[in-house]
């Protein structure tokens, strides 16, 4: 558990630096923050930004771990899915792509 602790400090106290190495523009990652200018460059300075905004950054400067994480996360729910017998035939999914395509 320390280890999880230790990386997001880690990843809190270095996020001007992986700001600052990414390719997008500031005001970009400000957008998708839904924070003014000054709160931005606040945040960043004091490095104070909360869980939420830290998955917004994350998501947006990270996308391979982010895409990474995501494909775990449908295969736990899928894993989960399939030991409650929340499954559905082959025929099934064939009929709902079916009429998804024709619409």
Same mark, same amino acid.
């Given at each position: 558990m320390?280890?999880?602790?230790?990386?997001?400090?880690?990843?809190?106290?270095?996020?001007?630096?992986?700001i600052?190495?990414?390719?997008?523009?500031?005001?970009?990652?400000?957008e998708?923050?839904? *924070?003014?200018?000054? #709160?931005?460059?606040?945040?960043?300075k004091? %490095?104070? /930004?909360?869980i939420? !905004?830290? *998955?917004?950054?994350? #998501?947006?400067?990270?996308?391979?771990?982010a %895409?990474? /994480?995501?494909?775990? !996360?449908?295969l736990?729910?899928?894993?989960?899915?399939?030991?409650?017998?929340?499954?559905r035939?082959?025929?099934?999914v064939?009929?709902?792509?079916?009429?998804k395509l024709?619409s």
């Amino acid at each position: 558990m320390l280890d999880i602790i230790f990386g997001y400090q880690n990843l809190l106290d270095n996020i001007d630096t992986h700001i600052e190495a990414s390719k997008f523009k500031k005001e970009y990652l400000i957008e998708q923050l839904g *924070v003014s200018r000054a #709160t931005f460059y606040n945040k960043i300075k004091k %490095k104070n /930004f909360t869980i939420d !905004e830290m *998955v917004v950054l994350s #998501t947006i400067l990270f996308p391979e771990e982010a %895409k990474a /994480f995501e494909i775990k !996360e449908a295969l736990r729910e899928s894993r989960e899915d399939s030991m409650t017998g929340r499954t559905r035939t082959h025929k099934s999914v064939l009929s709902d792509v079916r009429i998804k395509l024709r619409s």
